[in-house]
């Protein structure tokens, strides 16, 4: 048997995960993810597929992201009718994330078509709420650390990985006719002090590893990132003004109400009013209870007739007339607010009518992407355009790198340095160029591994004859 490897996202770039591994009689995608960010990256989105998807036979999802999922809609539409494995919170995360993003293509389509920027006389959406429900029937939830077999010749067992809830680390073991081989992917890392998730497992053994890249060139520098928000908020609020921090729906909402909770409980900032306005958000913090397996809120909290996600000053806003009616917030307050880079969602509303104020603030706590909104801010430019308006940037923009939701180049060689055996090979993914290069090299230099930075649709034959 000869096992090959086509990467077809997340080489070069930390988006658009899909890697297409390929036994002769059986070829199956691990990670099945939207191009997002830049309009070249995003613009792959719209390539012709490289092999007919009703050819692909199964899906191996390491996690919910859109990055890792958001083209399923597009694959099934497109033929695809095998099964989709995943973890059982990723799969009730995946359905969220896949309406959402379903209905964000349609009202993105309507928007082109209104205002006649699109090349195409009726511009058509990548897919619709329609296609994305297509995917739920193919949905096969799995449970952790319990192998299940996708074919005679291979099994796959999944691991904790942090990152979000039900995140996880993938072992593929591929039986050949005279050889067994292992390969390890990574997923996106998590934290190994992340206060509700799990770490990162070590896998002891693997011939490839596909490891994620990052932050493979940032030492995250801050111990107590609940200090950094901390001291990002009493300056907001001693301005008077209103803190906004766009967070992805998935993870860094949970992280920062729970981090919110615990400041508010040890007096480190005042008990003002906290908005949750993203629906998303609400339904995925919902999905905490019913995976409580899966991660260690409850082990945390020493009063458990509290909890971060359901306090007397925690306002959940479902509606959207509630949320426009965030508009008019006088006092002090705090929003959180999808999407996390800025890039879609109610946020974008927020920033709008709150970015002009001086006294306001902008909290980012999360990765932000080349091209989006949010690296914009980051970056300090004076202005930024937001439903086609020019809006000034006078309001001030905090970064608390330390609540990012992928391991920090540490972490990344921590979980490298579990391998006990060497592997023969590693991949450097998800990452952009600098930071899956310094990671190499890393890598290179102190486990002596055998790096390569795959390149966008290059594929590599992995075992001859096995
Ligand atoms: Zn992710």
């Known amino acids: 048997m000869d096992v090959s490897v086509k990467f077809l996202g997340a080489a070069g770039s930390v988006t658009g995960s899909r890697y297409l591994l390929d036994l002769g009689d059986f070829e199956f995608l691990i990670d099945c993810g939207l191009f997002q960010g830049r309009k070249d990256l995003r613009r792959r989105n719209w390539d012709k597929f490289p092999m007919p998807p009703k050819d692909v036979e199964a899906v191996i999802l390491t996690h919910a992201h859109l990055d890792h999922i958001g083209y399923l809609p597009k694959l099934v539409k497109d033929g695809f009718s095998g099964p989709i494995y995943c973890t059982g919170a990723t799969t009730e995360i995946a359905k969220i994330l896949l309406l959402d993003s379903g209905k964000l293509q349609e009202e993105e389509a309507e928007y082109a078509k209104k205002k006649g920027y699109s090349k195409h006389e009726n511009p058509e959406p990548l897919y619709t709420i329609e296609d994305a429900e297509a995917v739920f029937p193919l949905l096969k939830p799995q449970e952790f650390k319990k192998p299940f077999a996708i074919h005679p010749s291979v099994e796959v067992t999944y691991y904790h990985a942090g990152h979000i809830l039900g995140a996880a680390i993938t072992k593929i073991v591929i039986k050949g006719e005279v050889q067994t081989k292992k390969l390890v992917f990574s997923g996106d890392l998590g934290r190994y002090h992340d206060p509700l998730l799990y770490p990162p497992t070590m896998i002891p053994e693997a011939d490839v590893v596909w490891i994620e890249s990052t932050y493979g060139d940032r030492v995250s520098s801050v111990p107590k990132p609940e200090e950094e928000l901390a001291n990002a908020i009493n300056d907001i609020f001693s301005r008077d003004g209103l803190a906004i921090i766009p967070a992805f729906a998935v993870g860094r909402t949970q992280l920062v109400m729970y981090y919110l909770y615990q400041l508010i409980k040890k007096g480190k900032i005042q008990n003002v009013p906290i908005y949750l306005d993203s629906p998303m958000a609400i339904n995925v913090s919902q999905l905490y209870r019913e995976f409580h397996q899966d991660h260690q809120l409850i082990a945390v909290l020493e009063d458990t007739d509290h909890h971060p996600f359901q306090h007397s000053n925690l306002h959940y806003i479902r509606k959207q007339e509630q949320s426009r009616m965030l508009n008019d917030l006088k006092e002090k307050a705090i929003i959180i607010s999808a999407s996390g880079m800025a890039t879609g969602g109610r946020v974008l509303h927020h920033l709008m009518h709150h970015l002009p104020n001086e006294r306001n603030g902008v909290i980012f706590v999360g990765y932000q992407a080349e091209g989006t909104r949010g690296r914009r801010l980051v970056n300090g430019e004076s202005g930024i355009r937001i439903f086609g ?10 970064n608390v790198e330390g609540l990012s939701a992928h391991a920090d180049q540490n972490e990344l060689m921590e979980w490298a340095e579990g391998f006990s055996v060497k592997p023969k090979l590693a991949f450097m993914i998800h990452g952009e160029e600098k930071s899956a290069t310094v990671l ?15 390149n966008y649709l290059e594929s590599f034959m992995l075992f001859e004859g096995i």
């Open 389 to 398: 308006q020019e809006v000034p940037v006078k309001a001030k923009v905090y």
């Open 440 to 454: 190499a090299k890393k890598l290179k230099k102190e486990l002596g591994w055998n790096t390569v930075i795959p």
